[in-house]
């Protein structure tokens, strides 16, 4: 049974299997009845639950309040912004009809062709649309800005290729919508949200990231930048994990949402939308894991710490609850997040692969002879190393080894980023370097077309622009027009 | 400004317009572009959210898990379950398309005859049917039960006439799905979660409510018995604030959910489900607010205590700054939600005008004759009184005064309830009584037939047959039949 549930296709074989092989047997989410639909099972769900409490106090923490707007969006709005139409206005689910009646024959339920809507009804992709048309009831006067909101929302978009976490016909994100008085403020406010996005991905993920510039082509539909945190799997693809986008008065001008101005004019009102979904979750897998199971770094583990009693008999087990109890109060009091695992009905053995496999970050074994010398065997789930560490002060080691992983787990996504992050000089080279995988850093000329190009003959895309970093001009490496600076090219998931 | 800005509609004049007033003029929310769908505002959600994470505790405390499922069910699903289909497969937005294209006039988008769906897919109105669907891949022995599982979630009802958070086309609110290997599990889980509800109604929301069981015609579809809590409104209309069902092995059956049981047979799975939605917005609003505006119990407001400098020039306002800091920061310190509204864009009058429609249970005024004589004015929203109450000590003083607040404004709701609470004997004597509003205790003979009578004759339904109090039998108020006990009339909501 324990070798069955940890059996994992290796990654060197296929890296794709082995992330579908974790996502399921890991128990974080599944496919459904409804195609490209996932089901979240609850240890998944658990992540995402921590992923929401984290981000959600960074962003009440930076002055945002949350809110809901619905879930349909009429046909219409989708065309009034002309970029975003292009964008979003495609592939989406669309509600046509608002009843059903019983089958004459008695078959079950048809749709009653005489409930058909007026005008059809869009399932949300995103929602400035339906929030700008909002907004437009909300502003009269700059004493009403800035308004900064949040929704956590499900959104759909008809992905004909999905994989679980990383594109799925339907999925959960937070979208932040933000209306501001002046240009200076809405971009600051975009840049902001990047780096909030940019700590949580490093500092609660452990996940590193560059934080840039989207190209034109890349950038969102509707937006006049795009701002994007990038990460690296561990198959050398790079994930858009993250977007913040300055939306300049497109979306007010679309929905005619002026205010009266400080200065007695009138202006439209400039935005910013951004938004992280459950693709992060795709994000922490791809980062971490390895061929053992999932790999989670502390901050976001549902479960921190796990303690595995080897006994024989009531009796031995009793006298290992009483000696671990109190550790175990001591654990809860400083907010770890702690599991005693007394079921009877699995062997210690079977116990340790299945939480290896869900990524428990430290695994404590405790049998007799522990008991004897007052000890206990901890196991790392990041190094797969185990220590006999002296019972005496426990709880601070372990608190401090939590804090030591995610360290560890961070520096070491960190030092294969930087393996596999190239300077390359020559589209030649370029060619090569890619097949290996990673960044690459190179000289672009700016231009749509040379992008395209780089893309159809190579399926690498930029990136992004890095916002820190070398700044130093050049020479395109495809075109040998000037570059202002070097900007990061992958191929991406 | 103030005064327009409190200009409620007087309950005494029109209950439904107070009410509607009081949902836009406070901020919870407002309709939206789409028919039916709120928006739920920044202010609403406020409440919402503490409300959510209230619930979510007391969830997580009884062993359950949170999970996600897909938003679009199978049109051929509905018609799985008997009864369900009855209930729930016929008001609801149905899917029929997937992709949407320019259309040639150029006049924005159509919708792409050819992404024509080939099963249809409705937005969920309620969960049974994909959740239990997805069971049956998680259900193989008693090993795998219980299974206990909630998700917070938007649902979708295509009702006709909609009021915002009352009944509305989509709304928010959480289902539990529970299974369980025997009927005895199931039943305990359906009645443990209703004195779940029961609780987080009356010790969180301060709303008194009746616990019963519901009689066959207002069961929900598919359930063997729905345990219900009723509250009443200051209308004197009853409004079902939460339900909770036992569903047998109707959902195991249609999906053919079956396990190994642990005597080595085969057995089809026995199931819950419960829930709540931001219809307890209108419970919460309706039992306790006045024409003045909000009056929301401290363990939900967003915030509990306001302090309003009364000012002139930036000296006395520092002065008076410097004088609350350390209160403010004592009061942060034990959890109180708190702030000091120094904004000079607005008279101290506008503010108090303000937080009394916002339902802020407590504010503070300090002057300049406050900070001579050590004290502050201390108004409660719940009583409308001020007191002047000394400096020292008084972060002690507020912490008490908001339990004191909760405690009192449930008493009220509790002492309304009891006196529109009357035990009637015949039906001449109901009829008259109902005029008045409130709850009437009758007996009735258990049948379909005599409910329907008094529902069409009277349009007061049976709101529960109640599982404490008086369990005298009787004798039918309208047949004469026998009766097991009096059972809970009203007009509801």
């Known amino acids: 049974m324990a070798k069955e549930l940890k059996e994992l296709t290796p990654r060197s074989v296929s890296y794709s299997q082995w992330y579908q092989d974790l996502v399921i047997k890991a128990d974080l989410a599944e496919n459904s009845a409804v195609r490209g639909c996932m089901v979240i099972k609850p240890y998944g769900y658990a992540i995402w639950e921590n992923m929401q409490r984290e981000l959600d106090r960074m962003f009440k923490e930076t002055g945002h ?10 046909k219409s709005f989708l065309s009034k912004e002309a970029d975003h139409v292009e964008g979003f206005a495609k592939e989406c689910a669309v509600v046509t009809h608002y009843r059903l009646k019983n089958n004459p024959d008695g078959s079950g339920v048809v749709v009653d062709p005489e409930a058909k809507l007026e005008e059809e009804l869009i399932v949300r992709p995103t929602s400035e649309t339906i ?19 949040n929704q956590w929302a499900n959104v759909v978009r008809w992905e004909m290729r999905t994989r679980l976490f990383l594109r799925t016909a339907e999925f959960l994100w937070q979208e932040g919508h933000t209306a501001h008085a002046t240009r200076e403020e809405a971009e600051e406010e975009a840049v902001k949200m990047l780096h909030v996005y940019g700590d949580f991905a490093e500092n609660f993920m452990a996940v590193p990231v560059h934080k840039g510039v989207k190209s034109a082509n890349e950038r969102f539909a509707g937006a006049v930048e795009t701002y994007t945190i990038e990460a690296l799997m561990q198959d050398g693809k790079a994930l858009q994990s993250g977007t913040s986008h300055f939306l300049g008065q497109n979306f007010a001008k679309a929905f005619d949402v002026q205010f009266a101005t400080k200065e007695g004019g009138r202006d439209y009102v400039w935005a910013t939308s951004w938004g992280v979904s459950t693709r992060l979750m795709g994000a922490l897998i791809m980062s971490h894991s390895d061929d053992n199971g999932l790999v989670l770094p502390p901050k976001l583990a549902p479960l921190q710490v796990v303690i595995v009693p080897i006994y024989k008999g009531e009796e031995q087990l009793k006298a290992i609850a009483d000696k671990v109890d109190p550790l175990i109060s001591k654990l809860k009091a400083a907010g770890v997040r702690v ?41 790392r789930r990041d190094t797969l190393t185990k220590q006999t560490v002296s019972f005496e002060n426990l709880d601070t080691y372990l608190i401090n080894l939590l804090d030591e992983i995610q360290q560890n787990i961070f520096q070491k996504a960190f030092d294969y980023r930087t393996a596999n992050t190239r300077t390359v000089e020559t589209y030649e080279e370029f060619k090569v370097e890619l097949e290996k995988g990673g960044f690459l850093l190179a000289h672009w000329d700016g231009t749509p077309e040379t992008e395209e190009l780089i893309k159809d003959e190579t399926k690498a895309t930029i990136r992004c622009i890095p916002l820190e970093g070398d700044k130093t001009p050049g020479k395109c490496m495809v075109t040998g027009k000037p570059s202002a600076q070097r900007v990061l090219f992958a191929r991406a998931y």
């Open 131 to 149: 929030i700008w048309n909002t907004y437009k009831n909300w502003i009269q006067s700059y004493r009403d800005l800035p308004i900064l909101c």
């Open 65 to 74: 309040v949350n809110a809901y707007f619905p879930l349909f969006i009429p």
């Open 339 to 379: 599991k005693f695992d007394d079921s009877d009905n699995k062997k210690p053995g079977w116990k340790f692969a299945e939480y290896e496999l869900k990524g428990v970050p430290v695994r404590l074994a405790m049998g007799l002879r522990d008991m004897e010398n007052n000890t206990v065997e901890v196991a």
